[in-house]
């Protein structure tokens, strides 16, 4: 790979450092599994070929357990599959995710040897476990596991040390990344790309991950190109300089970041932004209007009951309750919003969580008020190319649109688009997507600086020859894009 080299990295260990300048967009290299599996919860619903969400699925004729979306899917991952199914009918019943996930690169190194690709800079073997470090609990898990997997793996297949297995399973639990859905919203599965595991961690990264589903769908298999992933630059990397990404939210407090990436992923983070706190008192700090600000205590009070009410709001979110929800939303807002800066997290959750059930509600002027507050707050805290950032506005800017605000509609969609079109690339279908609103939204825009009563009446007859499909369900705060690297519950 002529893009990038190992290096030791200061502080952390090997890591990975540019051999040549990029841009931001850039692709710095893209990386093919050596094995994903799609997660038990979601193992109907997903095909577990492409790792694309469908609504009826053909199951496999013999485990009668993997789904795939036709007999061109089915084809494409019988490579992967074929050692899987006999193994799962002998076992008489389906193991975790772990279990077949570990079972599967074991097959894979099994038949392609330690290398399985002339573009892997690493061996399995050379990447960290931290079996060591891991808490009790974790290790009693990891002990069951690797029972279940003795019991799991077939007596014909090349038998392993115990040492391997848990070696294994020991990468997987700090080193494997969620692998999305097509559209790149929900995470569906995991898989393990061992140059990834190189790229170290820094809570203002230079680089992002995307998933590149790749094509499946051509009936000649010759024709298909490999799911992969895709380092790509965020903005101008210089050649010598060491390549990193973010493994947590920086919507999290310094201290909080840490504690995840200690508890996770068993290192101490020694960043500028972590080191010097920076912007961690504009995520927790106090409204200032004309030039006063509200006294510590009043801050603190009002972040005490915002947090509290975070936890009720997400107790009848999980209940279905929604309109419980904006009750709470609201009563909570009302009495923190006049103290708490427009960067405080909890505020900004209360923002986002507003916004997307009274989406769903179908109250779109509301919801368009509070997407918007969200941005912004957003836009203050997270790198200007950072991908929660371009999919918040994305998001914002449909609901703009669907409230009829088309000009703030449009210029959200837009700002949505320059992200993304950097952390996906053009050819990514929820940049596609992104593509065809704003050409529809900068139509209907001219149509409106036109005449605007023209403008809406037009909107409003469309509207009801073809009434609003419902969003989809709001989903937890805590879900999304933003955690990239999966870690076992």
């Not at 991908?387 to 969609?413: K, N, P, S």
Request: negative net charge; glycine residues 6%.
């Amino acid at each position: 790979m002529e893009t990038v080299a190992i290096f030791d990295s200061p502080g952390k260990g090997r890591g990975l450092k540019a051999t040549k300048e990029f841009w931001a967009g850039d692709v710095i290299f893209s990386e093919a599994s050596i094995a994903a599996v799609v997660f038990d919860s979601l193992a109907e619903r997903i095909c577990h070929s492409c790792f694309r969400r469908q609504e009826k699925l053909q199951r496999c004729g013999q485990c009668k357990f993997a789904h795939y979306c036709d007999r061109t899917c089915q084809r494409a991952g019988w490579a992967e599959h074929k050692l899987e199914c006999s193994a799962i009918k002998a076992y008489g019943k389906v193991p975790n995710e772990n279990i077949r996930v570990v079972a599967r690169i074991m097959w894979r190194l099994d038949k392609e040897g330690s290398t399985v690709s002339d573009m892997q800079l690493t061996t399995l073997d050379e990447l960290e476990d931290h079996i060591a470090d891991m808490p009790e609990d974790d290790l009693k898990e990891l002990k069951v596991d690797i029972h279940n997997f003795l019991d799991y793996w077939p007596h014909n297949s090349k038998q392993h040390t115990i040492d391997d297995i848990s070696h294994i399973f020991g990468v997987i639990n700090c080193n494997g990344f969620s692998v999305s859905d097509q559209r790149g919203l929900q995470a569906v599965g995991v898989g393990l790309f061992p140059n990834l595991c190189l790229v170290n961690h820094d809570c203002w990264p230079n680089c992002t991950v995307i998933l590149n589903h790749g094509n499946q769908s051509a009936v000649n298999t010759m024709f298909h190109s490999q799911r992969r992933i895709e380092l790509r630059a965020l903005g101008k990397i210089a050649e010598g300089e060491e390549l990193t990404v973010a493994y947590v939210d920086f919507l999290n407090l310094s201290e909080e970041r840490q504690r995840l990436l200690k508890t996770q992923y068993f290192f101490d983070c020694t960043c500028e932004h972590c080191k010097n706190r920076i912007k961690d008192d504009i995520k927790i700090g106090g409204r200032e209007e004309d030039g006063v600000k509200p006294s510590e205590e009043q801050v603190k009070e009002a972040t005490d009951y915002c947090f509290q009410m975070l936890e009720k709001m997400e107790k009848a979110r999980l209940n279905g309750d929604y309109h419980e929800v904006v009750k709470i939303c609201r009563e909570c807002i009302e009495k923190t919003e006049p103290v708490l800066a427009d960067t405080h997290i909890y505020l900004l959750r209360m923002w986002s969580t507003m916004s997307e059930v009274q989406a769903y509600l179908q109250y779109f002027d509301d919801a368009a008020d509070y997407a918007r507050k969200m941005v912004e707050g957003y836009m203050k805290l997270y790198h200007p190319n950072n991908a929660a950032l371009g999919m918040a506005a994305m998001r914002a800017g449909v609901t703009h649109w669907q409230a009829g605000q088309i000009e703030v509609g449009h210029g959200m969609i837009c700002k949505a688009y320059a992200i993304l079109m950097i952390t996906h690339g053009p050819t990514h279908p929820i940049t596609k997507d992104l593509d065809a609103m704003r050409i529809q939204t900068e139509m209907e825009l001219r149509m409106f600086k036109q005449n605007e009563y023209v403008y809406h009446s037009m909107r409003e007859a469309a509207l009801k020859n073809k009434p609003m499909t419902m969003m989809h369900e709001p989903k937890s705060v805590e879900e999304g894009i933003k955690n990239l690297f999966h870690r076992r519950k």
